[in-house]
């Protein structure tokens, strides 16, 4: 199984909106709706933002916002704001109990 | 509110075993519903499944670490571990305990971390 594709980066200024992209394939982007996104500040575990494509856990600013076309994920983070500058990652189940993850995209706030 | 606490050696010989332990508190290991694994971050890289446990007991690897991985349960003491052998310098990273939610698929509890490096 192949890493998701990501862009290595992505960036915005503040109150902007920025997506980020997460290409797969059928057989696990496309063939799934079992994509999450997660954010990740440095030295910090990641956190949970998107789950089933397009719902967001209790407490995540509905700012965040997930979607899905074919074998591509889309995180959107709308009204940009300095806390959201951090990591993002993808991730798909990929059938018979295996998940994989993508690269990561660094989000840079301007 | 459920916590989760990786433990085990920081350092590890090339060629050894890596053993790591996750303690699971707040929750019961045992709880239907869940997944337990571990993902592993190297320096300056991405998020890498590694392999996961069923509340049922059942496991589940990743293809590329498959031969390498023991992923097992101590429920008497709401910990599960995980042991990775012969490992290598590409190895070191930063490994993580979950916890997955098996209605939702995804990854809902996540430990600190503990970092893990590989080098005589």
């Known amino acids: 199984q192949s890493a998701l594709t990501q862009p290595p980066s992505a960036s915005g200024s503040p109150g902007q909106s920025v997506t980020i992209s997460c290409t797969g394939t059928?057989?696990?982007?496309?063939?799934?709706?079992?994509v999450s996104w997660y954010q990740q500040h440095p030295g910090k575990a990641p956190k949970l933002m998107i789950y089933?494509?397009?719902k967001r856990p209790s407490g995540v600013p509905d700012r965040f916002s997930g979607s899905k076309s074919g074998n591509t994920a889309s995180l959107t983070v709308s009204g940009l704001q300095a806390e959201d500058e951090a990591d993002y990652y993808c991730?798909?189940?990929?059938?018979?109990?295996?998940?994989?993850f993508g690269g990561g995209t660094k989000l840079t706030v301007l | 509110q459920l916590q989760l606490q990786e433990s085990g050696p920081g350092l590890v010989k090339p060629s050894e075993t890596l053993s790591l332990t996750c303690t699971v508190s707040?929750?019961?290991?045992?709880?239907?519903?869940?997944?337990w694994g571990w993902i592993r971050q190297s320096p300056g890289k991405g998020l890498e499944w590694i392999a996961s446990?069923?509340?049922?007991?059942?496991?589940y690897h990743n293809p590329s670490l498959k031969s390498r991985v023991t992923i097992s349960v101590d429920t008497s003491k709401n910990q599960f571990s995980l042991k990775l052998r012969s490992v290598t310098a590409t190895d070191t990273a930063v490994y993580y305990c979950?916890?997955?939610?098996?209605?939702?698929?995804?990854?809902?509890?996540w430990g600190q971390g503990t970092l893990v490096t590989v080098s005589s």
């Open positions: 979950a916890r997955r939610d098996c209605g939702t698929c995804s990854v809902d509890s």
């Open positions: 707040g929750g019961s290991i045992s709880s239907s519903g869940y997944y």
């Open positions: 446990l069923s509340y049922s007991g059942s496991t």
């Open positions: 059928s057989s696990d982007v496309g063939g799934y709706n079992y």
């Open positions: 089933d494509v397009t």
């Open positions: 991730t798909s189940y990929a059938g018979s109990n295996n998940w994989v």
